[in-house]
């Protein structure tokens, strides 16, 4: 009789452990909107739901369509998998791509290009007063208007994100690399911040000097709501049906899609 008290008590202990490392993984669980504005356009150019649950983080596209590109990051096994939910395709890029791609990126690019976005001279600002972080070269300036983190595993978490999705980003045709981008990400995380807004303004003079200038607006929740919950779940079974395609074929096939 004692030896079946003592066993139900372990289970009901143990139960009381998964529930409580449950409940405080998803505590760390947090949910950010963006809108991305160009220039001085009052209408986001794109939108995207950006979901951070345990060690995945699952970006959604223009999220408000059940068409958008889904981008997942899987922390633990070091890899993206991006979706084209329109075509039913996917491709996997892992952290060793990325990082080969930039050292060819490096050794590929003119001097002009390395001397002003993959080795620029930065300067730091920090206004402690409006939480602003300002990182700037001679022909990029980041400024980013931040806020506080409701826990602070979450700034790590981001920033963990955003640098390696910087690396993703700079793989695609037009985009420059992510250097001056790292170096906000870490004086954010040093501020202990989160981004509020981020605006970027690039001196482009191919066709004469203009400023390119790309604003982007950020809605953090400290929660995932069940809408949220279900769009992970179904992402796992659209990535399960998806065609796994090379990462070349997966970005030739959305190019000519987007012409």
């Known amino acids: 009789m004692q030896s079946k008290q003592i066993w139900r008590s372990s289970i009901l202990l143990l139960s009381m452990v998964c529930a409580s490392i449950a409940s405080s993984a998803m505590a760390n669980d947090f949910r950010i909107e963006t809108e991305i504005f160009v220039e001085d356009d009052s209408t986001p ?135 001056s981008r790292f170096e906000l990400n870490r004086v954010m995380a040093e501020q202990k911040l989160l981004p509020k807004s981020i605006e970027r303004t690039v001196l482009l003079d191919r066709v004469g000097l203009r400023k390119q200038v790309v604003r982007s607006e950020h809605s953090i929740h400290w929660q995932l709501t069940n809408s949220d919950r279900k769009r992970i779940s179904s992402t796992g079974t659209l990535m399960a049906g998806c065609k796994e395609v090379s990462v070349n074929e997966f970005w030739n096939t959305q190019s000519q899609a987007r012409k």
Do not use: C
């Open 45 to 179: 150019a794109s939108s995207s739901l950006t979901l951070f649950s345990g060690t995945t983080v699952y970006d959604f596209l223009n999220h408000e369509s059940s068409l958008g590109d889904i981008t997942v990051f899987d922390v633990s096994r070091g890899r993206f998998v991006l979706i084209d939910a329109q075509r039913k395709l996917k491709t996997t890029i892992t952290k060793d791509y990325l990082l080969k791609f930039l050292e060819q990126i490096k050794t590929q690019a003119s001097d002009e290009v390395v001397t002003r976005f993959v080795t620029p001279k930065l300067e730091q600002m920090f206004n402690p007063s409006t939480k602003t972080v300002t990182v700037a070269s001679d022909h990029m300036t980041y400024q980013a208007t931040g806020i506080h983190a409701k826990w602070v595993p979450a700034i790590q978490k981001y920033r963990h994100f955003a640098d390696w999705v910087a690396r993703l980003n700079s793989t695609r045709v037009g985009n420059l690399p992510p250097y």
